[in-house]
């Protein structure tokens, strides 16, 4: 009788990860156009300092955001919006029609719903205390 190996793998460079990412992939592309993944990343410095920055990605027509930070001595400046419009032009220009995110209630619900984006759905309690929500938000 053949014996199953469990293997906990947190490596991001592991050779299984990748195995399972390309095997992944495969049975994707019977259902969907290939999965041709960009990243897109915005930097905004001030005296070759870094005080912000979003960093994400486009994929099968839509711009994710998987962060977002502006240092909080210049938040309410303006500097998130004009990031924010510059991924979604990028991501226009790339072919996409939406973006998503997720955030969290203590981050910034209230800047994404100013900029166009909707909630989509709630994960409560996560973390404990707060909540979770997926948003997206029509670029074209």
């Not at 955030?103 to 309690?125: C, M, P, R």
Request: contains cysteine.
């Amino acid at each position: 009788m053949n014996e199953f190996d469990f293997i906990l793998d947190d490596d991001e460079n592991s050779e299984n990860i990748a195995v399972i990412e390309k095997e992944l992939d495969k049975y994707n592309s019977k259902y969907a156009e290939p999965y041709v993944h960009r990243k897109l990343n915005i930097v905004l410095k001030k005296n070759d300092r870094i005080i912000g920055g979003l960093t994400g990605g486009t994929y099968w027509g839509w711009m994710y955001i998987d962060r977002f930070w502006i240092n909080e001595n210049f938040r309410k400046s303006g500097f998130g919006s004009k990031i924010l419009k510059m991924a979604e032009q990028e991501a226009v220009k790339r072919g996409c029609r939406n973006a998503h995110l997720d955030t969290h209630d203590f981050q910034a619900v209230e800047f994404y719903e100013k900029n166009g984006y909707t909630i989509v759905s709630k994960l409560e309690d996560l973390p404990k205390g707060y909540n979770r929500y997926l948003m997206k938000k029509s670029i074209l």
